[in-house]
T-cell receptor
Framework: KNQVEQSPQSLIILEGKNCTLQCNYTVSPFSNLRWYKQDTGRGPVSLTIMTFSENTKSNGRYTATLDADTKQSSLHITASQLSDSASYICVVLRMDSSYKLIFGSGTRLLVRP | EAGVTQSPTHLIKTRGQQVTLRCSPI?????VYWYQQALGLGLQFLLWYDEGEERNRGNFPPRFSGRQFPNYSSELNVNALELEDSALYLC????????????FGPGTRLTVL
């Protein structure tokens, strides 16, 4: 069954601390994996897109990793800021005749001063 | 360069009514996607249009429909509104089919009373 599961469901950290969000998927055939940041009531904004052959990709203080063998990805946020408070969504593209994006339910991150 | 735009930003309807939501993609993008995000839940794929044709459809009843115009803008129509249709409706666009990055609009918040 094609699924994307994220953990934790929610997370509270102090400003300046690091954190890591997890994404496990069972999507096949796999094409790419995306991390999005979604502020409350707004549209998601892309952070990274990783293909099968990419292990790590960074976007400022955000670093995504991908292990295609274990079908796991993580998003590491360094030196968190209050503006990092948002939902982080892991999305996997299943590339077959249907071309379907499979969305995780997201991790809600709250950064406190 | 302008991003994906959606209108209206907010909408209040009563049960049984019909609603039309509009989306203008980024200039040069030919694919438009529609998603539903109920409060506190993940994104659910609704429809995908490319070059004026419906390419894929999510698990939604036929009262959810849409179209894409020659200028690649799109409409989402929902007939016979139900209370559970209350959600944020997000539109995204991409350069082409298959694997390219999607850029999301700010969404339309629909409330059904």
């Amino acid at each position: 069954k094609n699924q994307v599961e994220q953990s934790p469901q929610s997370l509270i950290i102090l400003e300046g601390k690091n954190c890591t969000l997890q994404c496990n998927y069972t999507v096949s055939p796999f094409s790419n994996l995306r991390w999005y940041k979604q502020d409350t009531g707004r549209g998601p904004v892309s952070l990274t897109i990783m293909t099968f052959s990419e292990n790590t990709k960074s976007n400022g203080r955000y670093t995504a990793t991908l292990d295609a063998d274990t079908k796991q990805s993580s998003l590491h946020i360094t030196a968190s800021q209050l503006s990092d408070s948002a939902s982080y969504i892991c999305v996997v593209l299943r590339m077959d005749s249907s071309y379907k994006l499979i969305f995780g339910s997201g991790t809600r991150l709250l950064v406190r001063p | 360069e302008a991003g994906v735009t959606q209108s209206p930003t907010h909408l209040i309807k009563t049960r049984g009514q019909q609603v039309t939501l509009r989306c203008s993609p980024i200039s040069g993008h030919t694919s438009v996607y529609w998603y539903q995000q109920a409060l506190g839940l993940g994104l659910q794929f609704l429809l995908w249009y490319d070059e004026g044709e419906e390419r894929n459809r999510g698990n939604f009843p036929p009262r959810f429909s849409g179209r894409q115009f020659p200028n690649y803008s799109s409409e989402l129509n929902v007939n016979a509104l139900e209370l559970e249709d209350s959600a944020l409706y997000l539109c995204a666009s991409s350069l082409g089919i298959a694997g390219t990055e999607q850029f999301f609009g700010p969404g339309t918040r629909l409330t059904v009373l």
